[in-house]
């Protein structure tokens, strides 16, 4: 949709309003495993996973889960190794 999105109105809105979902969010999900400054890591969080999901639909070599990337940025946040 993002790529989409400045060409068309509707999509516009569409992610707008999911980009603001995703903000309102973030910043819990890293609170809750105690990462410092969450809000203004949280689009961190956003931009790997959106630049993971395109890049998913472009290339199909992605040799990091979807889950596992946002864990080890977590980890790292919080001063750890990534979990194995």
């Known amino acids: 949709m993002h790529p989409h999105a400045p060409r068309r ?13 995703c ?17 203004r890591a949280a689009p961190l969080i956003g931009g790997l996973v959106d630049g993971l999901d395109l890049r998913g639909l472009a290339v199909d070599d992605l040799h990091t889960g979807l889950a596992e990337a946002p864990a080890g940025l977590v980890a790292g946040l919080n001063g750890s190794s990534a979990p194995e």
């Open 9 to 21: 109105e509707g999509l516009r809105a569409a992610a707008a309003r999911g980009c603001a979902a």
């Open 23 to 39: 903000g309102r969010v973030a910043p819990a999900s890293l609170k809750a495993p105690g990462v410092p400054e969450a809000e």
